[in-house]
């Protein structure tokens, strides 16, 4: 059997964190490394038990989930981050995901969608809820101006471009292999291929750097 995926919860509710233990402790392949009440708490804790994911709540006393994702992004072999937050367009979450931070979930998301969403990130292949994350960094983006686009992006080959642009509108690779009538394996390696270019983590980046540069 395969290790379980570690992870860290951080969150002041303790509560609500016994709730989200209770959760992922009863899958075989999941297993709570540790907990924090506060993003300061929670940096500490990351460090001791090099989890391979954080639920990060992103308001929290003491340090919030914000200033804590971009610390803990910042240490190498950074575990992935997955925000918390209790309604969709919370502008704090976004900045999160601008940070770095792979993701957000709702607290009420159902045990299952949670589940799914944690194994989802931590194989790096797909993005958490594409589309509410998507809007949810239109929604922020607004207010601001469009950065130029980076040189790396040119380096992108035709279809490179084009499989990013669908990656960027929250399609799947599933969704984009119909549509361009390829395999799945194909639309894998073209990903892959982008976001080793772009210097990009994951899917949920990509959809950020999209909306930065005005590509989509």
Same mark, same amino acid.
């Given at each position: 059997?395969?290790?379980?995926?570690?992870?860290? *919860?951080?969150?002041? =509710?303790?509560?609500?964190?016994?709730?989200?233990?209770?959760?992922?402790?009863? =899958?075989?392949?999941?297993?709570?490394?540790?907990? %924090?009440?506060?993003?300061?708490?929670?940096?500490?804790?990351?460090?001791?038990?090099?989890?391979?994911?954080?639920?990060?709540? /992103?308001?929290?006393?003491?340090?919030?989930?914000?200033?804590?994702?971009?610390?803990?992004?910042?240490?190498?072999?950074?575990?992935?981050?997955?925000?918390?937050?209790?309604?969709?367009?919370?502008? %704090?979450?976004?900045?999160?995901?601008?940070?770095?931070?792979?993701?957000? #979930? !709702?607290?009420?998301?159902?045990?299952?969608?949670?589940?799914?969403? /944690?194994? +989802?990130?931590?194989?790096?292949?797909?993005?958490?809820?594409?589309?509410? +994350?998507?809007? #949810?960094? %239109?929604?922020?983006?607004?207010?601001?101006?469009?950065?130029?686009?980076?040189?790396?992006?040119?380096?992108?080959?035709?279809?490179?471009?084009?499989?990013?642009?669908?990656?960027?509108?929250? !399609?799947?690779?599933?969704?984009?292999?119909?549509?361009?009538? *390829?395999?799945?394996?194909?639309?894998?390696?073209?990903?892959?291929? @982008?976001? +080793?270019? *772009?210097?990009?983590?994951?899917?949920?980046? #990509? @959809?950020?750097?999209?909306?930065?540069?005005?590509? @989509?």
């Amino acid at each position: 059997m395969s290790t379980p995926v570690r992870i860290v *919860l951080v969150d002041d =509710q303790a509560l609500f964190r016994a709730g989200i233990r209770m959760v992922i402790d009863s =899958q075989p392949d999941l297993v709570v490394v540790g907990e %924090a009440s506060d993003g300061r708490e929670g940096i500490e804790v990351v460090r001791a038990t090099r989890p391979d994911l954080v639920l990060m709540d /992103v308001r929290m006393p003491v340090m919030d989930g914000l200033t804590a994702t971009a610390e803990i992004l910042r240490e190498p072999d950074a575990p992935r981050v997955v925000v918390l937050t209790t309604f969709d367009l919370d502008e %704090a979450a976004a900045r999160a995901i601008q940070r770095g931070a792979s993701g957000f #979930l !709702l607290k009420d998301s159902e045990p299952e969608f949670l589940l799914s969403a /944690v194994r +989802t990130v931590h194989a790096g292949s797909a993005v958490i809820a594409a589309e509410a +994350t998507r809007e #949810l960094f %239109a929604h922020i983006a607004d207010g601001g101006g469009v950065e130029p686009v980076p040189d790396s992006y040119r380096s992108l080959t035709d279809r490179e471009r084009e499989i990013f642009a669908l990656a960027a509108t929250g !399609l799947s690779n599933a969704e984009i292999a119909e549509k361009e009538f *390829l395999s799945e394996a194909t639309v894998k390696t073209h990903i892959s291929r @982008v976001l +080793t270019k *772009l210097a990009l983590r994951d899917r949920v980046q #990509l @959809v950020v750097f999209a909306h930065r540069h005005g590509l @989509v």
